[in-house]
């Protein structure tokens, strides 16, 4: 049995900061283009300043996400995104006739 020498580096089997910050930049951004898609999808059937509310709300809050990520807030940037879309699909089902 042999002893591990204390400074090689363990290997890591993690995800790194960068690819972690492409990950959620990626995720926002794709996101981003699902949420104006739906915007423009609840337009076409009823036109209300909530729709464009809660919708544009959300689409702010992916490009906040992105500049967080980019700015290496990522976990921030993880927990706005989901309790961002939370908030949202919340209020489209609450708040949107």
């Known amino acids: 049995m042999s002893i591990p020498d204390p400074e090689t ?12 910050r492409r990950l959620r930049v990626a995720a926002a951004s794709v996101l981003l283009v699902t949420m104006a898609v739906v915007l423009v999808l609840r ?6 300043v909530l ?16 500049e967080l990520s980019r700015n290496g807030r990522t976990r ?5 995104l989901a309790s961002g879309l939370l908030t949202a699909l919340a209020a489209d089902w609450l708040l949107l006739p």
């Open 76 to 80: 921030l940037a993880t927990w706005l």
């Open 9 to 20: 580096p363990a290997p890591s089997t993690g995800v790194t900061p960068r690819q972690a």
């Open 43 to 48: 337009l076409a059937s009823r036109t209300s």
């Open 51 to 66: 729709v464009v509310g809660v919708y544009g709300l959300a689409m702010i809050l992916c490009g906040v996400v992105i």
